[in-house]
């Protein structure tokens, strides 16, 4: 770890996590009062922890957090026409977060925003106590509050919940090793004795949907929703299905190659040039080896010695940061269009990888998800019986 001076180009604080621990990183920069932001970094995935006076007062990451909107409309608590609404409201009141206007409009329960805030917190801050080979830097100053969350957490309550939560998935990992495991029913028909949570997941557990998907879709944290799922893996009820790499490489091919046409379509063909150079960038710099050539796919990532589940995250990561500045570059019916449009030309088990692998945001995806499982066709995820934890 190397301490030295300030300096504009020049971190505070940097090093790599070994001997020099997460919980001892947090500490001092607590117990010191230090205001900075804090940035861990392993591989392509980031954190970045505000500090105002050594408290933890906000946490971005990479790519945009899903709202309290978007986990409700996932867990099918919320209509997307009432999430849309509610974000025009909150337009015309910028200064009320989208929880106090869903709450005003009377489109959301203290319960409903309880468990939404528990799943942001979740993927925000205790995921990063999971990671192994991370470094850190600190640099001190004016913080800045961008794609993230506004906390308001001790730093001590902090690390015993990140302590806990690592001890806990060590003992699970036998049988959920990540959140992009997917499973499958072992058994037909619904055990008795399973309580509502268990049941309601039980319940989501196709063979298609991976620990994260089905997550969000009873409304739980992926924590909790990896515990539920050891628990019947223990009971013989549902077995893992390794992610299929083909089918998420195809599914990733599409889209590069669609969002590569659409541009040109839309009339953007030096951004289509461009967005062909970042996809080759971005493929050298986070190992893959996938590339683009003329708008097409001229070599992938199968025979790449990568778990399928951290090359589904780097595609995911990817896709999160463009479609982002593609909201931000364009007119909305052309930023839509640009994914939208993709979807609506995929064959139905790529749509539900899509939707489960959470690849890009959809308007009204698990709405639709939904309603194709309830018409009988295969590889959507169920609907739930009962809601969960009320």
Not at 82 to 95: D, N, V
Not at 273 to 280: L, P
Not at 303 to 326: C, G, H, M, S, W
């Amino acid at each position: 770890m190397d301490i030295t001076s300030p300096s504009a180009d020049i971190p505070d604080l940097q090093g790599r996590l070994g001997s020099i621990t997460l919980t001892d990183i947090l500490q001092l920069l607590g117990g010191a009062g230090q205001t900075g932001m804090l940035t861990l970094t392993q591989g392509w995935n980031g954190r970045t922890i505000s500090y105002e006076d050594g408290r933890i007062s906000y946490v971005s990451a990479v790519t945009p957090l899903p709202d309290v909107a978007d986990l409700l409309v996932a867990a099918g608590r919320l209509q997307e026409s009432s999430a849309a609404y509610a974000r025009k409201e909150q337009e015309r009141h910028p200064s009320n977060t989208i929880e106090q206007t869903l709450k005003e409009l009377g489109l959301a329960t203290d319960d409903d925003l309880f468990h939404a805030h528990e799943q942001q917190i979740e993927e925000l801050l205790y995921t990063f106590f999971l990671w192994r080979e991370c470094t850190f830097t600190f640099r001190s100053g004016p913080v800045q509050r961008q794609d993230g969350l506004p906390i308001d957490i001790s730093i001590e309550h902090l690390i015993l919940e990140g302590v806990r939560l690592v001890d806990e998935w060590i003992e699970i990992s036998p049988i959920v090793p990540t959140i992009r495991m997917v499973f499958e029913q072992a058994t037909d028909g619904f055990p008795p004795d399973l309580s509502e949570d268990t049941r309601a997941v039980f319940e989501q557990v196709n063979g298609v949907a991976d620990v994260a998907s089905v997550a969000r879709l009873c409304g739980l944290t992926q924590f909790t929703c990896a515990k539920v799922l050891y628990e019947l893996g223990n009971r013989g009820l549902v077995r893992a299905v390794p992610p299929d790499k083909a089918r998420t490489i195809q599914l990733f091919t599409q889209f590069l190659e669609g969002i590569y046409t659409k541009l040109g379509l839309f009339g953007y063909h030096v951004d289509a040039r461009q967005f062909m150079e970042q996809v080759n960038n971005y493929s050298r710099l986070h190992g893959l080896k996938i590339r683009m050539r003329g708008g097409k796919i001229d070599l992938d990532d199968l025979d790449l010695p990568i778990d399928t589940a951290e090359l589904i995250d780097r595609y995911r990561t990817f896709l999160a940061v463009q479609t982002n500045k593609f909201e931000r570059s364009y007119d909305v019916s052309v930023s839509r269009g640009l994914i939208s449009g993709i979807y609506t030309h995929l064959s139905p088990d790529l749509q539900a990888l899509m939707g489960v692998y959470d690849f890009v945001h959809i308007e009204g995806l698990f709405d639709q998800l939904r309603a194709r499982k309830q018409d009988g066709t295969p590889g959507a995820p169920k609907r739930s019986l009962v809601r969960t934890r009320r």
